[in-house]
């Protein structure tokens, strides 16, 4: 909660500038995650950025650090410098970047059994539930995951050389992790099946909780704005 409350602090000159006075409660609350979500992916993405150009950490790292921090500063510049509404074509174009970002980082730890990055999507799944976007938008969110997951699947199955595009270092990383006789390793088709399955079930399953809870707060959220329209109708007809 303190860093929360630290990070809303850094960002309140942000917040005074892209909030207007004819902003919708839908438009606040869009433009404040936006803002938080920027800022903080922002200052995390320049400090490993420096680490990168220091200790050379891959070109694709490199590259998905790029996308994050232009990413941030397009939303910042068009919320706060262009004081623009955060409308569902922008939220998407910004969804879509940070999309890229996770698949390029998670591209990179795969093939070097690093900790996998693709669960980030479940953030970006719960963002666009919190910020009411359009449905077609989450489930291409949803679609672009479960289709990553299914290319990494195939990967490492039949080893079709994903993971041996120039730039990455899986060749010199995996021959001092792996037992195979013959590089590339490649898991059974089996098991690598089984790990999609159980992948796909845990993403759709936590898609599927979080969106009847967001539904479920947002139809709750929506009586109680109605009960005080209504209640503000009887009283104005009263005072007459």
Known sequence: MEVVRLLQKCCSPCFNRALLDSDSPLQVKRKKLLILVAVFVFAISSVAMYVSLVRYRGIYNMIARSVLILDSLLCLTWLC??????????????????????????????STFDLPYWPLFVILVDML????????????????????LLVLMFENAFRFGLYDI???????????VCDCEKLPCSSSVGLSTMNFVTQCFIFVFDFICTRG??????EEKNRILASIQTANLIAESLSR
Not at 213 to 218: G, H, M, R, Y
């Open 81 to 110: 410098v262009f004081q623009k509404q955060a409308t569902d074509g922008f939220i998407g174009v910004i969804i879509t970047l940070y999309s890229v970002a996770i698949i390029i980082f998670d591209f990179e730890a795969q």
């Open 166 to 176: 120039e730039g990455t270092p899986n060749q010199s990383y995996r021959r001092g």
């Open 213 to 218: 809870f967001a539904a479920a707060v947002l």
């Open 129 to 148: 539930l919190v910020l009411e976007c359009p449905m077609r938008t989450t489930f291409t969110v949803v679609a672009t995951c479960l289709l990553w």
